[in-house]
């Protein structure tokens, strides 16, 4: 087998060293010394379906818009209608190109009246920070990065909010989905506690101080609260597994530059109504020429073999390339192989097969619905 | 883990442990441990011939597929039916978790291999530490 170069001069979140400690392997994930896995990618995948998993995720970017104009400046900037969130709501979104391809897909938090905090990718992040900046400069409101200010934690797994329940005064019952809180947690007061994260599960993010000494103590207490539970360290390899499995999208696989909103099937995040913004001219033409023309759909590869990011997706015979592979891997969960496609949108149905070239040769694979899961509805 | 002293390996992180003109072949614990949980491994047939430094097979992992290379020339003689049904045998225990059995064309070949101390310089220069 072969194995890649090591790389230099990569960012590090403030538990790197604990990480390192804790023998996580670790990876370069745009340009930051991550953990990718810590016990074992399928270890940590399971735990967070069946109990919790610990996830640090400070490598995420947060940027806070102030000022009288920051709703109308994230109207301009994001997709999504943002007039709709009350103080202590979340909502997905998306920044758009005017071509309405992406420039990123971010979290919007409505933290008080003219006081957003919006949550980016890290690989992006500087592009992102020179985007809202230029974006928001005829708005009368001020951008600032805040990324270097948190350590984000990711509390995920039907067993989250128990887990974290025990470490805050805050009745976590009372923050719905996609809703947040101010508490305290492991004594650090006004902490910023969300139900949202990438692994479709229940679940919670905080955002604690970026002090490696408090970054370490908060990390060690939910693992203490979580040890009952059997919860894991879990790095960005099952983060990826667990949110392919719930077809979330990843910037520069699922959404790019090149990809827009409809061919990506974000459309219920953008809302054409709510008035102008950046990428809904060109929205509303994609529109009124007849729709994307090519849509991601699921693919469940059905002989044997294994389809990764970047393989061409064949006809049903294997002989025109018909799309290509933007995330493919074994589903830990659903023990079956699975991958996230482009194809043109007449093959967009369920059960429609195909062929993925996989190592030269063509394999059959089905479209079938995503996400391909879904957690279970919560026994009364 | 311990890299046995008997077994000779590849830059490409193969071993092979040769008995007269029989080796045995599989992939050793660095390159488990690079691959992480491993869930197929794509053995070549009882009767091919493979050749040295070429492509025989394939493990593939979640995250990523990594080809086999042969460590010397030879005809396939056995494959390692368990590793169908267990292919994370390679994760618990890659020393012993054999990929495929050949005899061996030109024995001679193996003295261009890499010892176990050889091996273990190479792989902390790959790691940098």
């Known amino acids: 087998m072969s194995t890649p170069a090591a790389s230099l001069a990569l960012r590090k979140t403030p538990l790197n060293a604990l990480h390192r400690r804790l023998g996580a392997k670790m990876v370069d994930f745009g340009g930051w010394d991550m953990p990718v896995e810590y016990s074992g990618l399928i270890a940590e995948h399971l735990t967070v379906r069946n109990s919790v998993g610990l996830f640090d995720v400070s490598h995420m970017g947060d940027m806070q818009l102030r000022g009288p104009g920051s709703l109308d400046a994230i109207q301009h900037l994001c997709m999504n209608d943002a007039s709709r969130l009350q103080v202590g709501q979340a909502q997905y979104s998306a920044m758009l190109y005017p071509e309405g391809t992406f420039v990123d897909d971010v979290i919007v938090h409505k933290l008080g009246e003219n006081d957003y905090l919006i949550v980016i990718n890290a690989g992006t992040r500087e592009k992102d920070y020179d985007w809202i900046r230029a974006g928001v400069s005829k708005f009368r409101s001020h951008v600032s990065d805040y990324s270097d200010y948190y350590t984000q934690l990711a509390i995920q797994g039907p067993r989250a909010a128990e887990t974290l329940q025990k470490l805050t005064s805050i009745d976590l019952s009372t923050i719905k989905f996609y809703w947040f809180r101010w508490g305290t947690v492991c004594g650090l007061p006004n902490t910023l506690i969300a139900r949202t994260g990438y692994t479709g599960e229940d679940g919670f993010e905080i955002y604690i101080p970026s002090d490696e000494a408090t970054s370490e103590r908060v990390w060690n207490e939910v693992i203490e609260a979580g040890k009952e539970f059997g919860i894991l360290p879990c790095g960005l390899g099952a983060r990826n597994t667990l949110r392919l499995e719930s077809a979330l999208s990843l910037y520069g696989h699922e959404i790019s530059e090149s990809l827009n909103v409809f061919e990506a099937g974000l459309d219920r995040f953008c809302k054409l109504d709510k008035g102008p913004f950046i990428g809904s001219g060109a929205l509303q033409k994609v529109l009124a020429e007849g729709g994307p023309q090519k849509r991601l759909v699921g693919l469940e590869v059905i002989e044997r073999g294994i389809a990764r990011d970047g393989y061409r997706v064949l006809d049903l015979e294997g002989r025109s390339p018909i799309g290509y592979v933007t995330s493919g891997s074994p589903a830990p969960f659903l023990k079956k192989n699975i991958a996230l496609a482009y194809v043109p949108r007449e093959y967009d149905v369920p059960g429609r097969e195909v062929s993925v070239e996989i190592r030269n040769s063509p394999v059959k694979a089905r479209v079938v619905p995503i996400p391909f899961y879904r957690k279970p509805k919560k026994q009364a | ?129």
Do not use: C
């Not at chain 2, 049904?85 to 978790?97: C, L, M, Q, W, Y």
């Open chain 2, 1 to 129: 883990m311990a890299y046995p002293a008997n077994y000779r390996y590849t830059r490409e992180h193969e071993w092979i442990e040769v008995n007269g003109s029989a080796g045995t072949v599989g992939i050793t614990d660095y390159a488990q441990n690079s691959l992480g949980d491993i869930v197929f491994v794509e053995s070549p047939k009882v009767g091919d011939k493979v050749e040295k430094g070429k492509v025989f097979g394939s493990v593939e992992s979640v995250k990523a597929v990594s080809d086999l290379f042969a460590p010397v020339s030879g005809t396939v003689t056995a494959i390692n039916e368990e590793l169908a049904g267990s292919p994370e045998k390679i994760n618990t225990d890659a020393h012993t978790a054999w990929i495929m059995k050949i005899e061996l064309s030109d024995p001679s070949e193996v003295d261009s291999l890499l010892s176990v101390e050889d091996y273990e310089k190479f792989i902390k220069e790959e790691t940098g530490h």
